[in-house]
């Protein structure tokens, strides 16, 4: 009996002794006059039962046939179904299998099959949360995430978000590698669709960041902070006239990680389910059916409608500003050298005052050779470099006789009975040493 129940049944006793009126306890209980006198007509029938509702521990009449119940746990069963959460479980019953199971329903029935086990959430460190941006496109957060997102069923692949911080909206792509090159694709597609942001806001990997070189043993704060050349994609990032904002922690960046801890539960099952293997594969699963449901489910309204993207202009050429960019120098002959290759200029594109000086090459994302002089483009083909000439060595004198080791000149030669020296010098004809004072 519940408390409830209990308080009715006080009003109910003292309304049959008398102690106040029907219209009272009606008040007191929140009902009309009508079924307090029902209710004590069954109050003295059944006593204190009258309070409890009859089909209390009786099975509903909306209740799902057992042969559902069956049905419903015997594909959930199945091993690509494996880690699926009650809410997961009920869509893709229902998407899949063309069976409506409510959340709570299924939660009881993987509860007594043991597919599913509930677990109290603990108590979290409590953290104030950054308020929203409140435009679209005014803060994109930018990140990759590392995981086994197909679970060995192929290569390793990699995930690259942006997620808007005013919306939610998500957009994303899997990659080989967590490369300057893969990470700038997946900027083209983003600029493309949506255009500049504001703003974007990662961390402070070296893809976004030079560090400072320091010797080992040698700590940085210990001298001021060295101004260094921007990256590729920092570079980029200013020509194309957007801010980039350094996450000091990967709290600062809760958004798109709490996306990749989303991502991490659905998207591997998803992947799992529809069988994918290959990143092509991953990618359309994730173009077709994971980002629609993102966007559609758990995006949310901007506090200003304003669209703050603005749009790509003419002078954005992204085919030269998403490009690995370098500076050579044009030499006398106008030739130059990268990557190890020698160019040489056309001819018709020689210009004043191009000796010597320096020339934009950029190695855009096609894989094709671009070089710039000041603000005209110029064509260059690459040639074989000239051979150098050096002056001849002198050849060096070679030995007629050399003295080999185990050679046999000394093999006949006895020192005891070889002449006296004094004898030698007699048979040479050489004077006595006191002819010549």
Known sequence: ???????????????????????????EIGITERQVRRLLRK??????????????????????????????????????????????????????????????TLRNWMGKAGLWKSHRRRLEEIHVWRPRRSCFGDLVQWDTSEHDWLEGRGEKIYLIAMI???TSRWFARFVRHD????????LREYLIRFGRPLAFY???????????????GEQRGAKDPVEMPPTQIGRALRELNIVWIPAHSPQAKGRVERGFGTAQDRLVKGLRVAGASTLAAANAYLEAEFLPWWNQTLAVVPANPTDAHRPLGKEHDLAAILSHVEERQVTNDYTLRYDGKLYQ???????VGMRGAKVRVELRLDGSLAIRFRDRYVDAKQCEPAPKVGAAKPAKPSRSVSRRRGSDWNKNFDLHKAPKIWQVAQSSGARKAESLV
């Open 1 to 27: 009996m519940t408390q409830a129940e209990r308080d009715r049944l006080v009003a109910l006793k003292k309304a049959k002794r008398k102690l106040i009126t029907q219209k009272e306890a009606a008040e």
């Open 43 to 104: 109050l003295k029938r059944l006593g204190d039962k009258a309070v409890i509702h009859a089909l209390r521990g009786q099975p509903s009449n909306r209740r799902l046939a057992s042969a559902t119940e069956q049905e419903a746990m015997g594909i959930l069963s199945d091993p690509v179904y494996r880690g699926f959460g009650p809410t997961l479980a009920a869509e893709y019953l229902r998407k899949k299998h063309k069976l409506t199971v409510s959340k709570e």
């Open 164 to 166: 808007d911080d005013a």
């Open 179 to 186: 490369s300057t090159v893969e990470n700038m694709g997946l």
């Open 202 to 216: 990662t961390d402070k990997a070296s893809l976004f960041q030079s560090a400072e070189k320091t010797k080992r």
């Open 345 to 351: 200029i056309d001819r018709k594109d020689v210009r």
